[in-house]
């Protein structure tokens, strides 16, 4: 749905034409659309499918415009939507790299999170009725407040999403950590700066508690670090010794353990008093 005088766009993902009517019936709720001081009228173009979306307007009290055929320069929204499908290609493909776990499955991902930046973006389509103000944004037109963007993430963005304690507890030891990876995918609602990230179970977790990592590739897990690694309590953090050149580190408390181990029985006691002093 696209907003002609903000210009926001809102993303509602259907299995058939049929779901035009409960999708507007969504958006009307979420933006209170019946409820505002002015009237509020709902345009579609004419296919058959959207008798469903004129009746779902009327039975909310909304006026209804039906676009005459093929008079595409009377539909604002084909310009909005090129665009915008645009910016979500661009968005996902930036994400995608080989050996990732983004695919072109996750476009619908990629459209609520372009719509939330949508929301947000400064534009000077009002600009002349807002007392020379620059930020004439969907969000400020819609709220009179600035958006926040402090919590503004790449799509595809690695990171670490903090596990509660009785959630830890419940999923049980040692199979979650204290932080596990994640991929960013998007937030939890237009008005919201919850995040939503993928975990590498393949479960979607919205949080607020996540420690970005910049350095990673888009679209790409980050390793595990040695501080998120569940152990008993009171118990010191496990030490891990590579030999130089060596291929994979393990990852998993056993694995670095043995390692471990393994390389000190190598060392002779000189070396050790030498990699000890070397800690301090």
Known sequence: AYDCVTGGIRVKHERSKADHGPALHEIITEESLDKRPYKVTIG??????????????KERGLDHWPLPPYSYKLNPVEGAIRHFKES???????????????????????????????????????????????????????????????????FGCAGYAYVAEPLRAQRGRPKHLRAEPVVFVGYQHMYSNAYKCLTQHGKIVHTRKVEWDMETQLGMFPPVRFSDLPRREGEAPPIQL??????????GAAEMTRASRRRMSSLSGEAIVRINRSRV
């Open 44 to 57: 579609s173009d004419g296919c058959g499918s959207m008798v469903h979306l004129r009746n779902a307007a």
């Open 88 to 154: 979500v290609t661009c968005a996902l493909m930036g994400a995608i790299t080989p050996g990732g776990v983004l695919t072109e499955e996750c476009a619908p991902w990629a459209a609520d999170y372009v719509a939330w930046w949508n929301e947000r973006f400064q534009s000077d389509r009002f600009s002349h009725l807002l007392d020379g103000r620059s930020d004439s944004s969907p969000w400020r037109l819609n709220t009179g407040t600035a958006p926040d963007l402090s919590e503004a993430v790449p």
């Open 242 to 251: 590579f030999e130089e050149g060596e291929a994979a580190a393990p990852t």
